[in-house]
């Protein structure tokens, strides 16, 4: 069977989809019934998240099932309403208002979700950073949004230069000690033990702002892209017909919220479902994980393949002392999921690992491994319905099956981003040949239609799935002391697909050595980021440039791999 290339079906639902008829007839406005706007002309997502399930009566049904050692906690879709009404109250107190910018600064505690509702409920944009951040990281993402108002805890207060951040008005502090003295310092619990539980959510256009996330690319500091109410339709949609959730499902998406996947399908697509979403934050830990998945019953679960691939190092033993028969459906995202890890799964867990393909600025899947189909490992799959994929040319020309280019999506579906926040000019970026959204990675499609990855075109690293700009790492290296030029690659690893690598030349003075590396290391995790340090420094006494002074990260890739480094007629000398 694996001989041939393929996995056949396995995984059965109740929501099959029949995917080549579908794929033909489908409709996205054959998915708008299914909410409020279609009957008031208003909607918010907050509502159908959330709200909708108590007004049909399934208020008692458990929607967070918070699973942490120290804390074991569930909330119902009754109480999640409640409290994020309340918090939505809080907020109007404080005078937010629709399409302000909200920041949540917080580890995925039961609080997280209360917060974040609230704010999608006064019509205000939320902003999720990751825990991870530290101060540069967060500094940037705040000033670039200008928000308002941050939610965030006593011990990550520290990485928040308030100072520095002029938009500000108020933090509000999710813990017991909270200083009153200041007042633009609110405590979370206090004001939520004085809050209403009634109001009702804004009602707000499909079309207006929900939520931000920054991403990175290949230059400049990172960027924020927006994603509109109307995105729920196809959270919706994704969420039935590729994670196949059906009503007693307990899901579970290991991603943080910090990132895309943790609020598309950490967040809206189990609740826009109704399902009950297992919360875990944490580092990662196998034992931990099985735990996690045997004691909720997890019966969906979306992981990612460097979590997978640890997993899989951690040993087959481990899983003997877990019951893991309650897993249906597994399904991945990130980066490149090597079909060794599939052929693990099928026989560790008995079930094909499903690969989706997607991106912070597509808001949801585009590409998948449907339940029902055929899997090729190694391939991320075929278009969801109602999305059309192509590979084109540099000049917008589709390309011939088997043929390597541009991956590109016909414009527009449901959940594609609206905007670059304050900067229409990357937004149209996008969209420069023949209005076709170019994804920045490379593909080619098969002659049946599935389509294989074969890499990033930008300098875009993807390190165990999270996504780092070289630059922003770059910036960060060269306010070290010792650094005088910094050039930032991807290096290929096979447990975390790429790893960060820096190439650094020193300033007059300093020398190479290994304490030396150590501190720049510490320097860029401490200022940016765990995930944003690079995990291998290489001193040079000369950086390639060209002669406009631009550091050729391209010669920096060549150098790495052993490969030819192509044409150096721009090389400064
Ligand atoms: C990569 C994450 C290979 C890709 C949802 C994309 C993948 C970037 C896959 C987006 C996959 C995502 N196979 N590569 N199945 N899924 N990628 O914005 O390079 O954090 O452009 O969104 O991850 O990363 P982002």
């Known amino acids: 069977m694996l001989q041939t290339g393929r996995l056949p079906v396995q995984t059965k639902g109740n929501q099959l989809l029949d995917y080549t008829r579908t794929a033909e007839t489908f409709d996205w406005r054959s998915v708008e019934s299914a909410f409020s706007w279609s ?4 909607v918010n997502t907050a509502y159908e998240a959330i709200d909708r399930h108590v007004d049909e009566g399934r208020g008692e049904q458990i929607a967070l099932q918070y699973s942490d050692p120290s804390r074991n906690e569930q909330l119902t879709f009754a109480e999640m309403k409640a409290n994020s009404n309340r918090f939505a109250n809080v907020l109007r107190k404080y005078n937010v208002k629709k399409g302000d910018r909200v920041f949540i600064f917080m580890p995925r505690v039961p609080e997280f979700y209360t917060s974040f509702f609230g704010v999608i409920k006064v ?5 999720p950073l990751f825990e991870a951040f530290m101060e540069e990281a967060v500094k940037d993402r705040i000033a670039d949004s200008e928000a308002s108002v941050l939610v965030t805890t006593p011990d990550l207060l520290p990485r928040v230069p308030r100072q520095e951040l002029h938009s500000l008005k108020h933090v509000i502090i999710v813990g017991n000690d909270v200083d009153h003295g200041n007042d633009n310092i609110i405590s979370y619990y206090k004001e939520m033990k004085e809050a209403s539980t009634d109001g009702e ?3 707000v256009d499909r079309e207006d702002p929900m939520i931000i996330h920054y991403t990175s690319g290949s230059t400049g500091k990172p960027k924020g892209v927006v994603h509109a109410h109307n995105a729920m339709i196809q959270h919706y949609q994704t969420g039935k017909w590729v994670l196949d959730l059906q009503p007693e499902d307990i899901y579970w998406c290991t991603a943080d919220p910090g990132w895309v996947t943790g609020t598309s399908y950490g967040i809206f697509a189990p609740w826009l479902n109704g399902v009950t979403n297992v919360i875990r934050g944490g580092r990662f830990s196998p034992g931990d994980w099985y735990q996690t998945l045997e004691k909720n019953k997890v019966t969906v679960w979306y992981s990612a393949p460097t979590a997978l691939r640890m997993l899989m190092a951690a040993g087959d033993e481990l899983i003997r002392n877990y019951d893991l028969s309650s897993i249906r459906h597994i399904l991945s995202v990130g980066e490149p999921l090597n079909p060794e890890v599939i052929r693990w799964g099928m026989k560790v867990y008995g079930k094909r690992i499903h690969d989706t393909w997607w991106m912070t600025e597509t808001g949801a899947i585009l590409i998948a491994n449907y339940p029902q189909m055929e899997i090729k490992p190694g391939s991320m799959g075929k278009p969801f319905p109602g999305i059309r994929a192509a590979i084109i040319d540099d000049e917008g020309n589709e ?3 088997n043929q390597m280019g541009n991956l590109a999506i016909q414009t527009p579906w449901p959940s594609l981003m609206r905007e670059i926040w304050k900067n229409p000019q990357k937004y149209q970026e996008y969209f420069r040949l023949k209005g076709w959204y170019i994804s920045g990675d490379s593909a080619y499609m098969d002659e049946e239609g599935y389509f294989w990855f074969q890499g990033r075109l930008d ?6 799935g999270e996504r780092v700009g070289p630059f922003e790492v770059e910036s960060k290296l060269v306010e070290h002391p010792a650094v005088a030029e910094a050039g930032v690659i991807g290096k290929p690893d096979p447990v975390r697909g790429q790893i960060i690598k820096a190439f650094v030349s020193l300033r ?11 501190e720049i290391r510490q320097f860029v995790k401490n200022g940016l980021a765990a995930h944003a340090a690079p995990r291998e420094i290489e001193f040079k ?8 002074g631009k550091i050729m990260r391209r010669v920096l890739k060549a150098w790495e791999l052993g490969l030819p480094t192509g044409d150096l007629s721009t090389l400064e000398d």
């Open 39 to 42: 009957v008031t002309g208003r």
């Open 399 to 401: 390309l011939p099956p």
């Open 459 to 464: 300098d875009v690293i993807n390190t165990s």
């Open 201 to 203: 959510p804004e009602w």
């Open 123 to 127: 019509g205000a944009i939320v902003g």
């Open 508 to 518: 007059d003075g300093y020398q190479p050595s290994d304490e030396l590396k150590e």
């Open 541 to 548: 006494d000369k950086l390639p440039k060209t002669r406009s």
